[in-house]
């Protein structure tokens, strides 16, 4: 299988620094969008078939192998099977939380959280969210997700500006997604999860791959990284179901979602396999 070529100078600058020195490489990826294709409800998602088994297979060869998500890290964990990657860390909630060799540590829930969940449905209710609004309570986050309504974009415009207001007097910030709108707290994202665990395992080269607008920061984080001398690739996960606004643009590579992100992981271990 052919490796793609990235299509910026920076990135296969990256790949041939990967491949040269896997043993300092770090390479991450988005759960939901890259590693699992986006579907209706996401208590049903699950990883692309075969993709979780090349994760593992790479972590033999790579320095490390990460997952940086929105979801709480167990339930990624749980999901994606994930604990079958030897060596895998998982960075939940946008780095507050991370599960590792089965073990998890996390941030203390700010009072907020509990603020939203107690004003949330009422707000909803009150606003005649459509049928299909959906809230996925995670913890010390709540998303509110419209994918399931007769016109998505529709009844994320409605709700909003409401979730912007009840976020602000909450002390909590908005992330907004693929059709979802979560409310979540503050002080992490994962550009400074993904910078954080680079500069922990001292990692040599690295690559990130995404699909959504809270995998931005990791992308600007890669960007950084390189001025300060680490070579770094992001890859986009694109789909017919669509990666969001600007993560396109924003890549070095751009594969055709999951399925295009195990084609590639295909060829990473089989060029990795022939040193
Ligand atoms: O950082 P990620 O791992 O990409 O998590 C981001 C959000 O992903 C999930 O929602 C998205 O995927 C769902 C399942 O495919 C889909 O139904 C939904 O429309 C997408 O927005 C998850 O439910 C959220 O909690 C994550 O924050």
Redesign the pocket.
């Known amino acids: 299988m052919q490796l793609p070529a990235p299509g910026t100078t920076e990135g296969r600058a990256a790949l041939a620094a990967l491949l040269s020195d896997p043993a300092r490489a770090l390479v991450a990826f988005?759960?939901?969008?890259?590693l699992?294709?986006?579907?209706?409800?996401?208590r049903?998602?699950a990883p692309e078939p075969g993709i979780v088994e090349l994760l593992a297979a790479l972590a033999g060869r790579l320095g490390t192998v990460a997952v940086?998500?929105?979801?709480p890290a167990a339930t990624?964990v749980r999901l994606g099977g994930l604990d079958r990657v030897p060596g895998i860390v998982v960075l939940g909630h946008?780095g507050a939380e991370r599960w590792e060799d089965g073990r998890e540590t996390a941030v203390p829930v700010p009072p907020g959280v509990d603020l939203v969940r107690a004003e949330l449905p009422g707000l909803l209710d009150s606003l005649g969210a459509p049928e299909g609004t959906w809230v996925?309570d995670?913890g010390r986050s709540l998303?509110v997700?419209t994918?399931r309504t007769a016109e998505p974009d529709a009844a994320l415009d409605l709700v909003k500006p409401h979730l912007v207001e009840l976020a602000d007097r909450a002390g909590l910030r908005v992330?907004p997604?693929?059709?979802?709108i979560?409310l979540r707290p503050a002080g992490v994202d994962?550009g400074a999860a993904l910078s954080a665990l680079v500069a922990e395992r001292a990692a040599g080269s690295v690559l990130f791959g995404?699909?959504?607008l809270?995998?931005l920061p990791a992308f600007d984080a890669v960007v950084r990284l390189r001025a300060e001398g680490v070579p770094g690739l992001t890859v986009c996960s694109a789909s017919a179901t669509g990666e969001a606004a600007g993560i396109a643009e924003a890549a070095d590579l751009v594969v055709q979602g999951p399925a295009g992100l195990a084609a590639f992981l295909g060829g990473l271990e089989q060029a990795l396999a022939r040193g």
Not at 177 to 180: A, D, H, Q, S, W
């Open positions: 988005d759960f939901d969008g890259t699992a294709p986006i579907v209706a409800d996401p049903d998602s940086v998500t929105g979801r990624a946008y996925e995670k998303a997700h994918r992330e997604g693929r059709m979802v979560e994962k995404g699909d959504d809270g995998d």
